[in-house]
């Protein structure tokens, strides 16, 4: 099994406006969860909308600030902030703010 990574500083695909950068993937035997960097810059988001996973979903604000709904509840998140959107929870983040905002992204399951 391996227990380190190299992570490429290019970035792993474009979705909409956001770049999203995938850093250890279940075909690496990392299952069964994700873990990716996802810049949004300012006036984008989730590029779904409203919507929900069968798994947690876990993110790390590193810089900027993001808003999120979760069930109906909207929040801001300030860095250093973990967000948890539970399974089956309708759920949107997007960035109102002037600057690109950075996230890790845990989906686990």
């Known amino acids: 099994m391996q227990y380190l990574y190299k992570v490429d500083d290019a970035p792993d695909r474009m ?3 956001r770049t999203v950068q995938a850093l250890l993937q279940r075909a690496e035997g990392a299952t069964p969860y994700v873990v990716a960097s996802v810049r949004t810059p300012a006036g984008g ?7 929900t996973h069968a798994f947690e979903q876990v993110f790390y604000l590193l810089s900027g600030q993001m808003n999120v ?3 109906g509840e909207q929040h801001q998140a300030e860095p250093g902030t973990l967000i948890l959107f539970p399974a089956g929870a309708l759920h949107r983040n997007w ?12 989906n686990l399951g």
Do not use: K, P
């Open 69 to 71: 709904e979760i069930d």
């Open 95 to 106: 960035n109102a703010g002037q600057t690109e905002t950075v996230h890790l992204v845990f």
């Open 45 to 51: 988001g989730s590029s779904e909308g409203l919507h």
């Open 15 to 17: 979705v909409r406006d």
